[in-house]
């Protein structure tokens, strides 16, 4: 079955500090991982996204990578703000239907002053 | 990228009626799609919009319970019917636009509260 498992379900961290958000999939065949950020009361906004054969991508503060051997990912978040308070929700698409998204149930981070 | 917007932003509804949710989307896009989130947990595929053609629905959705249409490329409305309070999420519609590496793009939601 394909699963989507992201940890820790929730995170507090301070202001400045940095955090690795980790999401780990079973789905077969793999086409592609998105991260996005979903602020409270709004829809998903794309963070990164990445095929099989890339294993880093950066979008300002946030670093995604990709181990596709291990089924695994992780989001890094350099230099945290205030506003990077969020629900973070790593996305998998297959190879046999790219547009149906199996979703991670998020991780929900909180970032204190 | 592509800007997508509902109405309303939020209802309160009662028992027993239905509501009319708005998508439009600010250009022609391959594909559209309605979602459900539940308080404290992800998006859950409610049914693929298609363009002049009946809605393609997931396991456990029904059309009578969530008619949808799609009249052009850039619009879609969902509708849920005989509500309950069982109903009260937040809906959300999503657009893909195929070329390149697809992404998908999230409207901001629709929270419905059933009493």
């Known amino acids: 079955k394909n699963q989507v498992e992201q940890s820790p379900q929730s995170l507090i961290i301070l202001e400045g500090k940095n955090c690795t958000l980790q999401?780990?999939?079973?789905?077969?065949?793999?086409?592609?991982l998105r991260w996005y950020k979903q602020d409270t009361g709004r829809g998903p906004v794309s963070l990164t996204i990445?095929?099989?054969?890339?294993n880093t991508k950066s979008n300002g503060r946030y670093t995604a990578t990709l181990d596709a051997d291990t089924k695994q990912s992780s989001l890094h978040i350099t230099a945290s703000q205030l506003s990077d308070s969020a629900s973070y929700i790593c996305?998998?698409?297959?190879?046999?239907?790219?547009?149906?998204?199996?979703f991670g149930s998020g991780t929900r981070l909180l970032v204190r002053p | 990228s592509a800007v997508i917007s509902q109405k309303p932003s939020r209802d309160i509804c009662q028992r027993g009626t239905s509501l009319t949710i708005q998508c439009q989307v600010d250009?022609?896009?391959?594909?559209m799609f309605w979602y459900r989130q539940q308080p404290g947990q992800s998006l859950t595929l409610i049914a693929t919009?298609?363009?002049?053609?009946?809605?393609?629905?997931e396991s456990g959705f029904v059309i009578d319970k969530f008619p949808i249409s799609r009249p052009n490329l850039t619009f879609s409305t969902l509708t849920v019917s005989n509500m309950s309070p069982e109903d009260s999420s937040i809906y959300l519609c999503?657009?893909?636009?195929?070329?390149?590496?697809?992404?998908?793009?999230f409207g901001p939601g629709t929270r419905l509260t059933v009493l």
């Open positions: 999401c780990n999939y079973t789905v077969s065949p793999f086409s592609n």
């Open positions: 996305v998998v698409s297959a190879m046999d239907s790219s547009y149906k998204l199996i």
């Open positions: 990445m095929t099989f054969s890339e």
């Open positions: 999503g657009c893909l636009r195929f070329g390149g590496v697809d992404t998908q793009y």
């Open positions: 919009a298609n363009q002049g053609s009946e809605a393609t629905y």
């Open positions: 250009s022609q896009v391959t594909m």
